[in-house]
């Protein structure tokens, strides 16, 4: 077999193989990084030259496919013939090598045989006793050999078959001639670079391949979604398993633990804190504001007058200062001075704040409107002012701090001429005369 013959074979195969299919498959991965060779071995001529010596060879190559490496080196190597004439040959060249196994796919067997052919160019320089030349030409070469991956090298090691040509340099050579060598090199492969991984690896084992995965470093057992981040039911930025607060309500900012943020600590976080800037150890109420048991405007924590009636004004302290409010809801029965039921609401409240003020004294209004004659109306309005006072009374108000005084239709607040206005106008006032004014 020639190696023109070889050749076609090796061609023939190549051809034959789908060597290119993995570059259009997805699912595939090219291991394509360079390799760089070094190998050294000897070269025996063929039977009518018999020269012979030895070779070394160093190189680098890179993958095209699965199957197909383009390879370029450069070789060096000192022969000698039967008569002892030498001669040192410096050549360089491009092998391309099929390997039909299939050595560049990810989960390739270690063990990889090739065939191959290259182009070479050759320099010779030739030492006789009488004559120094040198001469250079065009070769080519048949190739067969194997790699063997270990962990991070190859031993590499191959046979080629080359084609040299002489030109007449009497009187080492009598005339233009051809001769074929054989080369037998063993060697060492390294690839640069870290190995390609598979299409679909998944480093973190979240079930979502690198390629696609956003959050790579999952830790292991992690809940992900189908970008590979961990799950974040309540979108606060903080998965689900080391989120402390898993229901954080959107758009609030949180903490490290996914719980959100309170800066004042009054555990009233800060997005719902109407009250942001409250002072620590101040109670509060869901809103985060101090708490305000009597709505008077003065937090629990500095109100001296706790319990103050709704409506009435206080000072910074809590405490209610002069001023006359009506008590709305204060009923009697129709044309008399008894109180109905749904009075006593309001006056246990009256009752409750004037506890808690001991220094403040209350004068009890009536009014009436101008249905009956003046007198009768003053009559009814005192008796019903006296019989708020005895309720207060009963309630642990002292006498001594109430005054209770009628007035008639003699203060109208609308216009007596309307039901609406009447009704308006048969009222009970509390005037508060406070030490605090």
């Known amino acids: 077999m020639n190696l023109r013959t070889l050749a076609l074979i090796v061609a023939a195969t190549a051809l034959s193989t789908p060597v290119l299919a993995d570059i259009n498959n997805e699912d595939s991965v090219l291991d394509n990084r360079w390799r ?28 095209i496919s699965t199957y197909i490496m383009v390879d370029s080196h450069i070789n060096y190597g000192e022969l000698k013939n039967t008569r002892n004439d030498t001669y040192s040959r410096f050549a360089g060249g491009l092998d391309f090598l099929y390997f039909p196994l299939g050595a560049f796919s990810l989960d390739a067997d270690a063990l990889q045989p090739y065939m191959g052919v290259g182009l070479t160019y ?8 009488t004559v120094t030349n040198t001469q250079s030409d065009y070769g080519s070469d048949a190739i ?15 046979v080629r078959y080359q084609i040299d040509s002489i030109k007449k340099q009497a009187p080492i050579f009598p005339e233009n001639d051809s001769f074929y060598t054989y080369a037998f090199l063993i060697g060492l492969s390294v690839p640069f670079g870290e190995k390609p991984l598979p299409y679909n690896y998944d480093s973190d084992g979240d079930g979502v391949p690198d390629r696609l995965d956003k959050c790579p470093n999952t830790p292991r057992g992690t809940p992900v979604d189908a970008t590979g981040c961990p799950l974040d039911s309540d979108g606060d930025g903080i998965p689900n398993f080391r989120d402390q607060c898993p229901n954080t309500p959107p758009g609030a900012m949180v903490n490290v633990h996914g719980c959100s943020i309170d800066d004042d600590r009054d555990g009233v976080p800060n997005d719902i804190d109407q009250c942001p800037n409250t002072p620590y150890g101040v ?20 109100d001296q007058c706790p319990g103050t009636l709704p409506g009435l004004k206080v000072n910074s302290r809590g405490c209610v200062l002069s001023q006359t409010v009506a008590l709305s809801g204060v009923h009697f029965e129709f044309n008399k001075a008894r109180l109905m039921l749904d ?5 246990d409240k009256v009752a409750e704040s004037l506890s808690n003020e001991p220094d403040v004294n209350i004068i009890i209004m ?11 109306n003053l009559k009814l309005s005192q008796s019903r002012a006296e019989s ?11 006498e001594s701090r109430q005054k209770a005084t009628g007035y008639g239709e003699s203060k109208p607040v609308a216009d007596n001429n309307t039901d609406e206005g009447r009704e308006r106008n048969r009222r009970v006032e509390l005037q508060v005369i406070s030490p605090n004014k």
Do not use: W
């Not at 190998?39 to 993958?63: L, P, R, V």
């Open 36 to 63: 760089m060779h070094g190998m050294i071995g000897s070269t025996f001529a063929d039977k009518d030259d018999y020269d012979s010596g030895n070779e070394g060879k160093i190189g680098i190559g890179k993958a």
């Open 122 to 129: 050759h320099e010779v320089e030739y030492e006789a006793p």
């Open 144 to 158: 067969v050999g194997f790699t063997y991956e270990l962990d991070k090298i190859a031993i590499r090691g191959e």
């Open 283 to 302: 109670p509060v109420n869901a809103q985060g504001c101090p708490l305000d048991s009597d709505g008077d405007g003065v937090p629990d924590k500095i």
């Open 343 to 347: 009075s006593q609401t309001v006056l």
């Open 366 to 376: 009536g009014h009436t409107d101008s249905v009956g004659s003046d007198a009768y």
């Open 388 to 398: 708020v006072v005895r309720y207060l009374t009963g309630k642990g108000i002292s």
